[in-house]
């Protein structure tokens, strides 16, 4: 098993840039599974006007795809952000503790490696985001559940924070042995009612 432990600079910037949506009902879309452009288009004008993120650019000649359903967004913090009708979250590629190439013998190391670091990610979620309406582990008997249905599938640590028109998810994936986990981190999402 590798890892890589990095100063959490990244996902400071993307976690304030998060908490400054007060409405997430304005950048909600259809519940569907539509794609195409008129979908990411109405997708980018529903995130510029309700957050001022900057969509990324087509490049001369390119064109949105017809199975595309998401687009990419850079907040003013220069922090990347990807948002689909129903999710969004930041692309925070070098921020935070996260372990890779994991074989089947390093699932209680990947685990001590999670619960070493979650603490220092929840605390920052709680800066920006305040304190969250759930926090839960796998070590309790209705970790799985206790949330919502389901909500602590694949994960080892779960908090919860509500929003206007959202869910904010901070969590660590569970690492297994069968299937086997290739890698494991702490990540937050938008759930986008």
Known sequence: MKTQDRP???????MAD???????????GPDSDAT???VVVALVNRVMA???????????????DEGSA???????RGTTMVVFDGLAFSDCRNSGWSAYQIGPDDIAEA???LDAHWPEHLALATKHWGEPDYVGDESKPEFLDEWAPGAGADRR???VWLRVGAEFHLFSNKPTKDPLTPAVGVNYAVYID
């Open 8 to 14: 959490l600079d990244e996902d400071d910037r993307a």
């Open 157 to 159: 640590h779960l908090a």
């Open 18 to 28: 998060l908490a400054e949506v007060r409405d997430w009902t304005a950048v909600a």
């Open 70 to 76: 998401s687009w990419g967004f850079t907040t003013q």
């Open 36 to 38: 195409g452009p008129a």
């Open 111 to 113: 685990e001590a490696g």
């Open 50 to 64: 309700a957050t001022g993120w900057q969509p990324w650019p087509l490049e001369p000649g390119e064109t949105i």
